[in-house]
């Protein structure tokens, strides 16, 4: 059987057509441009949530919150559960995603949820170590009895600046009939993260580093995709942050860290999340919805304010630039998932919650900012999106000062390194904490990687006190050891599609794919 919230559809069409589970997982992104969402958000019951869900592992909690979405013809019990068990057996902490409780003692109630130790040490690991086994189970499903020539296949192509190329790689590895090529700027990324992408040995796994900047990179990804010939022979795939799957395997710390911080008890809870493409903010928005009892979702962003711009105006603008700060995973201009709350507050505010209408009302959005850059929504959609959502805007200056003050007041554990995008939601936690001025509140910040992936920003904040060191206290044995490893680059002599074209058809001949 299959129910409403298995079947999928795209954000902006306003007709009939529906996907499955598995179409969405590998096509990513709609043809019309819109993101696929599941129209109906399942019900979980307050008995079934603090009766039975409380005592979960974090691996029976994913399954239980999955099987909502994904339905048993599509991925039977017993391989859903393998493909969960396998996807989070690679991280360092045996409840995945551990919360740090009450790091500034007991009268602040601030929790810092550590999404972090996975193969990359960044949170994007949540969400592309399960998303690499799916890609592979799906393709061998549909492999099984077929001759090698006929073999469905898939290239993945991104760019990087840094910190989501190695979680894809990472994710992607090893893995059968996939490929994984990831472009980045020669020069402009910290030897750590080149270290962490290019000493990878999978034979399937090809990182180019492109004379050029990094949006040169993602120009000649861009093109690729839209290069039909070339598509058609590679199947082209990309793992980027509009991918369904991801989001969907992010509600489970959702759920998890509430439990872990109330004790399996329902109380107040609010969650405060450095957002940049809204991909993580928007899981904690399906938990919400689902049922779990959280007060309020807290946006936090940096200089890069598009978000917060929005709740405070209810207008949608694009700037003109992107500003460069020290939690460069949040440096966006847009943030590409958050069309998908928009069309659920579009549904929600329509008398009948008629699915197609809230697409052709999205579709209308998503052309104006094309073209002129904005959008302005309606009091009423502007109310909705308040209901469950607050934000906060945090500077450079303030996300050092964060770093700084951390370290110093912290008592579990004393002298706790935040690195800079967490920075940014434990400052906004602490105004908030400030503002309510009520201890009944607990607050849950999401810590979104290590410090050591950070150096530049973590020691200008911490150079200055003489207890410190970044090689004793931050970098951990396994990243140190990484830079006697045999590093696999490919050099591109020019940021040129066709150059880039050449060398993944060379590439992929030389790993039979
Ligand atoms: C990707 C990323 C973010 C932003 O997450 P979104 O889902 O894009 O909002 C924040 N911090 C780090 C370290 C990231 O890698």
Redesign the pocket.
């Known amino acids: 059987m299959i129910t409403p919230s298995q079947v999928y559809r795209s954000t902006r069409s306003s007709d009939e057509k529906t996907y499955s589970f598995e179409d969405v997982v590998i096509q990513g992104l709609a043809t019309d441009g819109g993101l696929f969402l599941p129209p109906v958000i399942p019900q979980v019951s307050q008995e079934t949530l603090f009766g039975k869900w409380a005592k979960l592992s974090f691996q029976d909690l994913a399954f239980e919150i999955m099987r909502l979405y994904v339905s048993q013809d599509e991925i039977p019990d017993a391989d859903l559960k393998e493909l969960i068990t396998r996807s989070y057996s690679t991280f360092r902490s045996s409840k995945v995603t551990p919360l740090a409780k009450n790091v500034t003692g007991d009268k602040e109630n601030l929790h810092v949820l550590e999404l ?1 130790h996975g193969p990359t040490y ?3 690991d949540v969400a592309l170590q399960f998303l690499g086994n799916l890609f592979e189970y799906f393709l061998q499903r549909t492999n099984k009895d077929l001759p090698q020539e006929q073999r469905k296949k898939i290239t993945v192509v991104g760019a990087t600046s840094g ?2 190329g190695s ?1 894809a790689i990472h994710g992607l590895r090893g893995k059968k009939d996939v490929s994984v090529f990831i472009l980045y700027p020669t020069g402009r990324i910290s030897p750590l993260q080149e270290e962490q992408m290019t000493t990878v040995p999978d034979k399937n796994v090809q990182t180019l580093s492109v004379k050029g900047t990094f949006d040169m990179c993602q120009d000649i990804v861009k093109a690729i995709f839209g290069d039909k010939e070339f598509n058609t022979r590679h199947n082209v795939g990309a793992v980027n ?1 509009i991918n369904w799957a ?1 989001i969907l395997s ?1 509600i489970t710390y959702y759920f998890y860290s509430y439990f872990q911080a109330t004790g399996g008890k329902s109380e107040r809870v609010k969650f405060v ?11 904690g928005y399906f938990a919400k919805k689902m049922g779990l009892p959280i007060e309020k979702l807290v946006i936090a962003t940096n200089e890069n304010d598009i978000l917060d711009r929005f709740l405070k105006t209810g207008l949608y603008e694009r700037s003109d630039e992107v500003a460069a700060t020290y ?1 460069p ?2 440096d ?1 201009l847009i ?3 958050f069309e998908r709350f928009l069309w659920y507050l579009a549904l929600e505010n329509l008398a009948q919650g008629d699915a197609l209408k809230a697409g052709e009302i999205c579709n209308n959005w998503f052309h104006q900012l094309k073209t002129t850059g904005k959008f302005l929504v309606d009091k009423a959609i502007l109310e909705g999106a308040s209901k469950d959502f607050a934000s906060e805007r945090v500077s450079n200056s303030e996300t050092l000062d964060t770093i700084k003050n951390m370290y110093q007041v912290s008592e579990n554990p004393r002298h706790y390194i935040l ?1 800079p ?2 920075a ?1 939601g434990v400052c906004a936690t602490q105004r908030l904490i400030a503002a309510d001025n009520d201890n009944s509140i607990k607050y849950i910040s ?1 810590s ?2 290590h410090p050591a ?2 150096a530049d920003a973590v020691n200008k904040a911490l150079s200055s006190f003489d207890s410190y060191s970044f090689e004793r206290d931050v970098l951990p044995e396994e990243l140190k050891k990484l830079s006697v490893l045999d590093k696999k680059i490919k050099l591109v002599e020019r940021a040129d599609l066709k150059l880039v074209e050449s060398i993944i058809d060379e590439e992929c001949s030389k790993m039979g794919l």
């Open positions: 972090f960044a949170f994007k910190d989501t979680a942050s991801r992010q999340v450095p957002s940049g493409n809204f991909g993580d903010m928007l899981a939690s995973a949040m966006i943030s590409s998932n690195d995008h967490t940014v999401l979104t990687a992936k950070f």
